[in-house]
């Protein structure tokens, strides 16, 4: 088993008088030669934008894209016509493919909107765009782990991309363990501590650490007070 401890305090950092925003790998300005991606997870930026502000139109392409909002409710438009409303509790998955054009906005007026985003490199180039969204029920993650995410052979309930890939969360009592299974054929897994504070593979984790874990079939995660966590298993980057 091997293990990259990402501390909060070590990420890469932007702010601006709309966002203010946490770089867990190489983006934009930041950049550090041993942060370039974990496996095929090449983006997790962790966003804070303020009230009617946000992204302009600007495009993307051969990137699997998943927003994941914390809290807040964000705008969405795009060249394939979508214009959607994703809040907590949603999520949101963009296969950019031969390429599309969007913008994000923050809904609302007076709240900030704090949301994940994550790119994941895809398994087949200059696919023909595709979006989805779905709203997921928090209490089947109490103590569980709910999948999300999952790639062409989906997961039943999971939003599907285009990589052999899952995203899960677990809402993870004080006190209560939770057991995780690699498959074989993936890279690893890096899992994100939204809020909480957990032990994990003998490291000690509080909000916004976050650990790659591979070489290893199965971990352990132990929450040392109530915790919120995203757990993205992703093959090589290469496969």
Sequence with gaps: MKTILYSAGTRGHFENDWLNT???????DYFDRLRMN?????????????????FGKH??????????????TLSHKDSMGHEQKIKENEVQVMSAGNGI???????????????????????????????????????RSNNNWQVLVSGPDSIEGSLTINQKAKISRTKLS????????????????????????????NEHLTEKDAIGIYDTEEFNIKAIRDSFLINIEVPDKHK
């Design 22 to 28: 946490r770089y867990s790998f190489s983006f934009a």
């Design 38 to 54: 974990f496996g095929a997870l090449r983006v997790l930026n962790d966003d804070i934008v303020q009230p009617s502000s946000g």
């Design 59 to 72: 495009p993307h392409d051969n990137m699997e894209i998943i927003t994941i909002p914390i809290s807040g």
């Design 101 to 139: 054009f969007h913008s994000e906005y923050n809904a609302s007026a007076i709240e900030e909107c704090s949301l994940l985003q994550i790119w994941i490199y895809p398994n087949q180039m200059n696919i023909k765009p595709r979006y989805d969204q779905k709203m997921f029920d928090i209490e």
């Design 174 to 201: 004080a006190n209560k363990s939770i057991d995780y299974h690699i498959n074989k054929s993936s890279y690893g897994c890096f899992v994100f501590l939204v809020e909480g504070e957990i032990e994990m593979e």
